[in-house]
């Protein structure tokens, strides 16, 4: 089964540019998986950031709309983000539904350890 690895977090401030980098590795991905980006604030539930299909095809939540973008280059998925806000501190997961396209977390099979995103004001 495929493995996921995230990587790029750390602490910014406000108005900063981050990008974290999800590797996969150890199984094999097909046309129907769909690439996920979420994150989780402290009490808050697990929310859809920004999704890719194979096929390039790009999603994203309204709250980040303009401000991130999603990549993918073979085995690897990007999250640029731009004009970072303290709202967008939280721990950020790279995920695969097997399924295809879903902003559900309840959807997403394969998950990444996380890597902790912190912006200050």
């Known amino acids: 089964q495929v493995e996921l690895a995230e990587s790029g977090g750390g602490s910014v401030q406000t108005g900063d540019s981050q990008r974290l980098t999800c590797a996969a590795s150890?199984?094999?991905?097909?046309?129907?998986?769909?690439m996920g980006w979420l994150r989780q604030s402290p009490g808050k539930d697990r929310e859809f950031v920004a999704g890719?299909?194979?096929?390039?095809n790009k999603y994203y939540a309204d709250s980040v709309k303009g401000r991130f973008t999603i990549s993918r280059d073979s085995f690897t998925t990007f999250l640029q983000m731009n004009n970072l806000r303290p709202e967008d501190t939280a721990t950020y997961y790279c995920a695969i539904a097997r399924r295809g396209y879903s902003t559900n977390s309840r959807d997403y099979d394969i998950w990444g350890q996380g890597t902790q995103v912190t912006v200050s004001k």
């Open positions: 890719i299909r194979m096929s390039g």
């Open positions: 150890g199984g094999r991905i097909y046309s129907s998986h769909f």
